[in-house]
């Protein structure tokens, strides 16, 4: 199973991701991935990769150049107002609220990169997560790619509102800012779906530790929208002083990051080395594993018995609970029972975790008497579900994927109601859709 692990010792920022994942492509596809970006059509925004060598480390420093310059921004440590030089690929954030009768303009940094010098600028465009979405769905590239894109981005426009008080439809983005963070992000979508890993795997994350100084004043690291992104994911700070990860950084780990901590067993094939600009003691890099691991399995409770005394409407139920109380999988089979009574065979599995609240339910909604356990290895396709935008409106798509297996179907359900809307068959809204082009 072909599977990318991150190692983080440095943090992440959306330009340090995109370096490590550009060195895994052969040279021909990195001379067509950067065509093929650099004619998406994100307005003003020119991509480079250019070598970096970081504590005798060389990799990849990934340069989004906006109208010719590349964004930068301060960053201060402990209390002090010192600044020191360190890079943001840096897209801030203005949320209009309605205060004591005036209007308060509030400006917040949202994506910082974090190894470049500073150089002051000043910005007077906002776009709206709606403006933002407009443009991403225009790019000329794979629609997963943007459903990708705008699903990371909408993490941070979530973590901003958040952070600052401010409805997500108030949210506005700077211009420059903007095209940068969605620069950042799209190539690494692109990225990640030329790669086309099953699995994808990261180490806990090191947010740094100190301030950093945004045009609303000096924030604690991680900042907060980074740290509301960073909810139920291992993180850590050492002796680092300085922002090491980022919202953009964060929420693209978030969004494709399966799980977080140790690397598990793989055999590399190839390693990419994403430099950030600033010098540290350490190297200053995101690290990209890419090998094949080992499809295991799942270790799995089964739970079964025999029942002749139950009616079929407490059989339902008792099932619609079972999958409520967290079974994997709960059905039953007819079976001839003592006496030849018919009669139900009711099988459960669970995980181990579920255990006890399973074997709860079924002796509570059964009339069984006694339960038999058997331990199993499972076997699956890794599954997740996509919206996707049609002539129809959005529709649910499940992908499943393993064993060098790939498949794709609509959801039966959003079928069947486009079908009573519109009065056409489910085949001729299945071949109108055409998933293919969404792969």
Same mark, same amino acid.
């Given at each position: 199973?072909?599977?990318?692990?991150?190692?983080?010792?440095?943090?992440?920022?959306?330009?340090?991701? !995109?370096?490590?994942?550009? @060195?895994?492509? /052969?040279?021909?596809?990195?001379?067509?991935?950067?065509?093929?970006?650099? /004619?998406?059509?994100?307005?003003?925004v020119k991509i480079?990769?250019?070598?970096?060598?970081? !504590?005798?480390?060389?990799?990849?420093?990934?340069?989004?150049?906006? /109208?010719?310059?590349?964004?930068?921004?301060?960053? =201060?440590?402990?209390?002090?107002?010192?600044?020191?030089?360190?890079?943001?690929?840096? @897209?801030?954030?203005?949320?209009?609220?309605?205060?004591?009768?005036?209007?308060?303009?509030?400006?917040?940094?949202?994506?910082?990169?974090?190894?470049?010098?500073?150089?002051?600028?000043?910005?007077?465009?906002?776009?709206?997560?709606?403006?933002?979405?407009?443009?991403?769905?225009?790019?000329?590239?794979?629609?997963?790619?943007?459903?990708?894109?705008?699903?990371?981005?909408?993490?941070? +426009?979530?973590?901003?509102?958040?952070?600052?008080? =401010?409805? =997500?439809?108030?949210?506005?983005?700077? @211009?420059?800012?903007?095209?940068? +963070?969605? #620069?950042?992000?799209?190539? #690494? !979508?692109?990225?990640?779906?030329?790669?086309?890993?099953?699995?994808?795997?990261?180490?806990?994350?090191?947010?740094?530790?100190?301030?950093?100084?945004?045009?609303?004043?000096?924030?604690?690291?991680?900042?907060? #929208?980074?740290?509301?992104?960073?909810?139920?994911?291992?993180?850590? /700070?050492?002796?680092?002083?300085?922002?090491? !990860?980022?919202?953009?950084?964060?929420?693209l780990l978030k969004h494709f990051v399966a799980d977080f901590g140790n690397m598990p067993p793989v055999k590399m094939n190839a390693i990419g080395y994403g430099m950030g600009k600033k010098d540290f003691e350490a190297a200053n890099c995101v690290r990209a594993i890419l090998g094949e691991s080992s499809e295991k399995p799942e270790q799995i409770l089964e739970y079964t018995c025999n029942l002749d005394d139950i009616s079929a409407e407490r059989i339902g139920f008792a099932l619609e609970q079972l999958f409520a109380a967290g079974a994997v999988e709960a059905y039953t089979i007819p079976v001839t029972m003592k006496k030849s009574r018919p009669g139900n065979l009711l099988c459960v599995m669970c995980r181990e975790k579920d255990k006890q609240t399973i074997l709860e339910t079924i002796f509570k909604h059964t009339t069984t008497l006694g339960v038999r356990e058997n331990i199993s290895n499972r076997y699956f396709l890794e599954r997740n579900i996509e919206t996707i935008n049609t002539?129809?409106?959005? =529709?649910?798509?499940?992908?499943?994927e393993g064993y060098g297996i790939k498949r794709q179907k609509i959801e039966y359900e959003d079928l069947a109601a486009i079908s009573r809307k519109t009065g056409l068959s489910i085949d001729e809204i299945q071949n109108k859709i055409n998933i293919q082009q969404f792969k």
């Open positions: 199973m072909k599977t990318i692990y991150f190692d983080l010792p440095m943090g992440a920022a959306g330009d340090m991701l !995109c370096g490590s994942l550009y @060195e895994l492509l /052969n040279d021909e596809e990195k001379k067509q991935f950067l065509t093929e970006i650099n /004619n998406a059509g994100i307005p003003g480079q990769a250019e070598k970096s060598v970081k !504590c005798g480390i060389t990799g990849t420093h990934f340069s989004v150049l906006v /109208n010719g310059t590349e964004e930068e921004s301060i960053d =201060v440590h402990n209390h002090e107002h010192t600044e020191h030089e360190h890079h943001h690929h840096e @897209e801030t954030f203005s949320g209009e609220h309605s205060h004591d009768e005036h209007n308060h303009e509030h400006h917040v940094h949202t994506e910082h990169d974090m190894h470049d010098e500073h150089a002051p600028h000043h910005h007077h465009h906002h776009s709206s997560m709606a403006d933002i979405e407009g443009i991403i769905s225009s790019l000329a590239v794979p629609e997963k790619v943007k459903n990708d894109a705008i699903e990371v981005y909408k993490l941070i +426009a979530e973590a901003e509102s958040n952070a600052h008080g =401010v409805p =997500v439809s108030q949210i506005h983005f700077h @211009e420059v800012g903007t095209m940068d +963070a969605i #620069a950042d992000i799209t190539s #690494a !979508c692109l990225l990640l779906h030329k790669i086309d890993a099953q699995k994808i795997y990261a180490s806990s994350i090191n947010t740094g530790s100190g301030q950093v100084h945004c045009v609303h004043g000096i924030l604690p690291v991680p900042a907060p #929208a980074t740290a509301f992104i960073l909810k139920d994911i291992p993180v850590y /700070n050492n002796h680092i002083t300085g922002e090491l !990860c980022t919202p953009t950084g964060a929420a002539e129809f409106g959005e =529709v649910h798509i499940k992908r499943a």
